[in-house]
């Protein structure tokens, strides 16, 4: 993933353009908890459609595809070390690390607007007419 090359304090400004010399790719160790489907996990992966939000704070989010995982960060025991294997077998050293994001699936829900729904509760009970029996 790409994560920001400055510290947080020294990010541009919201709405700024940001210089791909300002971003650095990392390979890391993420975990991955919850429902999902394998396969359009896979191919999203493949597709290179992962991406971290909000990468330098302590709970980031990792998209992939169209599903958003929530996370933090988090030592392992003892070192990751992120090999690859060439044509010949041969393996090559990619990464050694002992950070890794661990995150779950994120189950969004609707947020309802107590003050709209009310309002809305009030709009339907006066449009229906009240039957009110004729005084004699």
Known sequence: FRMPR?????????????????????????????????QIFRDAVEAENVNIRRPGTSNPIMQVGNSLYTGHWSKAVGTHIILQADNNQHLKVLSVNQKMLKTEKALLTAVV????????????????????????
Request: aromatic share 2%; hydrophobic share 40%; proline share 5%.
């Open 6 to 38: 400055k510290s947080a304090a020294q990010q541009p400004a919201a709405g700024s353009s940001t210089s791909d010399d300002e971003w650095e790719e990392q390979i890391m160790i993420a975990e991955v908890d919850g429902v999902l489907d394998a």
């Open 113 to 136: 607007d107590k003050d709209a729904a009310a309002a809305a509760a009030a709009a339907a009970t006066s449009k229906s007419p009240s039957k009110v029996a004729p005084k004699h």
